[in-house]
């Protein structure tokens, strides 16, 4: 049972727009959502997170929305430069258990 | 403050032996996490260490295990390997784990059995 989903595998967005990457959940008891940009061959790095009793969470050129009520939440980057070319993860928990990925979404931003 | 260190960064080993990974936390960080990355199946969560107690387990053989020594770097093991446990291991730290706390990774540790 996947409890967090990301349903595009892929997108291609073009230097400069907006870049909007989707997250579902279904564990209604998560309360902590992060999202996580991934190079190949290397770590996860953290990129933003936000808490359940937000809807919105906001860093330069990131911004995450959290809609509870639709278990959904998304990751918005604008603009979009190429080197924001990566994997990026939504992962989610609640109290001491262990985070939660989703599969991932491959951005490629077009010059 | 230096991130998350992993060592060895490259590993081949033959199947049926074994295997140490090791992971230095960021200074203060008490939890440690561990995760296998595979093609196609996103970070699956092997298991957590806090304070030198396993927290957390994920669905993994008990071929499969770890420790977290009292300056909270960890290692993992795993026995009898096997060829589908080549995967990129990652390794994660937090200030004390769980909601609320982001988790900060290292660079993993790519281990290719033959």
């Known amino acids: 049972d996947q409890q967090v989903k990301q349903n595009s595998p892929s997108l291609s967005v073009q230097e400069g727009r907006i870049s909007i990457l989707n997250c579902d959940y279904t564990?209604?008891?998560?309360?902590?959502f992060l999202w996580y940009k991934k190079y190949p061959a290397e770590g996860p790095t953290f990129l933003i997170s936000?808490?359940?009793?937000?809807d919105k969470n906001e860093d330069g050129r990131f911004t995450v929305f959290l809609n509870k009520s639709a278990k959904h939440l998304s990751l918005h980057i604008v603009p979009s430069q190429p080197g924001d070319s990566a994997v990026y993860f939504c992962?989610?928990?609640?109290?001491?258990?262990?985070?939660?990925f989703g599969k991932g979404t491959r951005l490629s931003v077009i010059a | 403050k230096a991130g998350v260190t992993q060592t060895p960064r490259y590993l081949i080993k033959t199947r049926g032996q074994q295997v140490t990974l090791s992971c230095s936390p960021i200074?203060?960080?008490?939890?440690v996490s561990w995760y296998q990355q595979t093609p196609g199946q996103g970070l699956q969560f092997l298991f957590e260490?806090?304070?030198?107690?396993?927290?957390n387990k994920g669905n993994f053989p008990g071929r499969f295990s770890g420790r977290q020594f009292s300056n909270s770097r960890s290692e993992m093991n795993v026995s009898t390997l096997e060829l589908g446990d080549s995967a990129l291991y990652l390794c994660?730290?937090?200030?004390?784990?769980?909601?609320?706390?982001?988790?900060?990774f290292g660079p993993g540790t790519r281990l290719t059995v033959t």
């Open positions: 564990n209604s008891m998560f309360d902590y």
């Open positions: 994660a730290s937090s200030l004390r784990g769980g909601s609320g706390y982001e988790q900060y």
């Open positions: 992962a989610a928990n609640s109290g001491n258990t262990p985070l939660v």
């Open positions: 260490y806090f304070s030198e107690t396993q927290r």
């Open positions: 936000i808490s359940s009793i937000k």
């Open positions: 200074s203060g960080h008490r939890s």
